[in-house]
């Protein structure tokens, strides 16, 4: 499959701070550019709570994010530091509940087949950003998981996990 097939989801997390909405602006911007020259399919945009709880219905931002937990599990990645599970309660009652706390940006690739990537994500060395994910879209000719693109980083480092060389 090439990535033009590719679609790509951007999920942001509705109570985010008001400095986010320069890098929100940014990165919609560069995925309209990927969706204009046809590098990728399609571009959903999606909000989703600042909170998940885990043992609700799974139905919208928990059903997405199920999606990408089975993503990691699969793949031998973690979600961690992005998504954080924790236990939350209220000042009403001295029940608590577990909950996901969810990044501010979390980008997902899709190929025909189901998800390609999330960022982010991590290998358990190195966490890969959104902004790789884009630098990786940006790249890419070929397809390959986007975790394992190779992406420059500043001082010329290049990003190739074992698992995609």
Known sequence: ????????????????????????????????RLAEDGSVESIEFEVWGDLIPTGEDRTGSRRAYDEVVDWAEESGYSLAPGF???????????????VVSVPLLCLVIYDGDGIEAVFPCSDGQRTYTVEDGLVGLERRTDTASAAGWGI???GGEAVLPDRYT
Do not use: F, K, Q
């Open 152 to 154: 420059d980083r500043p």
């Open 84 to 98: 954080e599970r924790r236990e939350t309660g209220t000042i009403v009652s001295e029940d608590t509940r577990s």
């Open 1 to 32: 499959m090439n990535n033009a097939a590719w679609t790509v989801r951007l999920y942001t997390r509705s109570a985010a701070p008001r400095d986010i909405a320069e890098l929100h602006r940014r990165t919609v911007e560069r995925l309209d």
